[in-house]
Structures are given as C-alpha cells and as structure tokens.
C-alpha cells in the first residue's frame, strides 16, 4: 500500500536519552517534512527537505536534527530528550506541486506518540 | 507576526450544515487548505484555494476571500463520521505552511 510509514507507533523514553523517529515513503516524492502537533497549537513544522540530500531548519528545530540520504527515507532524531519534547510527530511528503513549486498537497504519516518522563 | 485563527470547537447535529471558519494574517498568501483529521489519526487534505470564490467536493466546499483575509470549509448533510478535526493552513510567501489549531467539529445525533 502506498503511503508514508511512521516507526515507532509510540514510545516512552527516560529524558537524557538519544531517540530516532523513521519515515519511509514509497510515493517519490521529493519533498519531506516532520511536524510536531501538541494540544492547542497548530502543527509545527521542525525540519524539512526539498530533494535528496538537502534539508532546513523549520519554526521548531532545536533539539532535533534530520538526514535526507535518499528519496524515501527522512529519520527525525533527538540527541538528549527533555520531557518538553513530549508530543505527536508527523512526518509528511509532497511532490511540490503547489503555486510556484510550493508543497501541494500533503500526506501524513500516523504519526509517532513520544513521551519523555 | 503570523496567525490563524479557528473557533476552538463546534457542535452540530447530523443531517444539518455547518460552517467552520477560518481567519488569517500571513506574510504574503499562496494559497490555502483544509485539512480533516480524526481523533489519534493522520490529517488528511480536503480542499485548497487560491483564488477568490467558493470550491464544492460532494458535501464539502471551501470559500476563500483572499481581500478579507477569511476562508470557510461549509459541511452539508453532516453524517457522524464527520466527526473530527478541521484544521486551516495558510501557504506564505515563502511557500511555507502556516497551520491554525484546528477546529474540533462535534457531531451530534
């Protein structure tokens, strides 16, 4: 089935620790995007990538860093968790279709639930 | 600053029509979406505007006035399954994606 698959469903992680969120699209799209959705607030985008091999800082990036090595995969990683990282992340995909390549539509992942005690 | 704004949460009774809106203060508009997104799921896309005027999909249309800063996602014949989060997202000038909170959209029988 195409689509954009998250990895882990869930997690709980102890503050300190190192974590890395999955995403693999098999869409090919060349865009790619990670959010993080917590209550009350729209989703905030933490990094992007354009292409492979390329990536950008987003509204929320610090604490996190990304990789682009190919097409399909965008790992999101936390190098020491704090407990303010505790929310929703979505990992999205576009194929830039949008008004002046800008991302049209957008598919999203389940997303991946992290609590940080 | 940029902003989005969207009423919190909406209740509504199933058969009937609902309008949820959306305002906007961005730096520049290239265009805007809706989004629903179910409770513990992924958001999925539902329209986009870029020009002035009203888009209908089946039992949804999106209104957008690029002037007024406003754009509405109208909801006929409401079922339950449409219970949900509506949420509204402004592309700047930057082409980058501004997002409200999002509208929870209570449906009752």
């Known amino acids: 089935i195409a689509g954009i698959t998250q990895a882990p469903t869930s997690q709980i992680l102890a503050a300190g620790r190192r974590m890395t969120l999955r995403c693999t699209q098999d869409m090919r799209h060349n865009a790619m995007y990670w959010y993080r959705q917590d209550l009350g607030l729209g989703l905030r985008l933490i990094h992007y990538s354009n292409t492979a091999g390329t990536t950008g800082k987003g509204e929320v990036p610090d604490g996190y860093s990304v990789s682009r090595a190919n097409t399909d995969d965008f790992p999101l990683t936390l190098a020491s968790a704090v407990p303010s990282q505790t929310s929703v992340y979505f990992c999205a995909s576009s194929d830039g279709s949008g008004t002046g390549g800008g991302p049209g539509e957008l598919f999203f992942g389940e997303g991946s639930r992290l609590t940080v005690l | 600053g940029q902003n989005i704004d969207q009423p919190t949460e909406m209740t509504a009774t199933e058969g009937a029509i609902v309008q949820i809106n959306c305002t906007y203060q961005?730096?520049?508009?290239?265009?805007l979406f809706w989004y629903q997104q179910h409770a513990g799921e992924a958001p999925t896309f539902l329209s986009y505007n870029v020009l002035d005027g009203l888009e209908e999909k089946g039992r949804f249309s999106s209104f957008l006035s690029r002037s007024k800063g406003y754009s509405y996602l109208l909801l006929k014949e409401l079922q339950m399954k449409d219970s949900a989060s509506y949420l509204c997202a402004v592309m700047d000038s930057n082409y980058q994606l501004i997002w409200g909170a999002g509208t929870k959209l209570i449906i009752k029988p």
């Open positions: 961005t730096s520049g508009f290239n265009g």
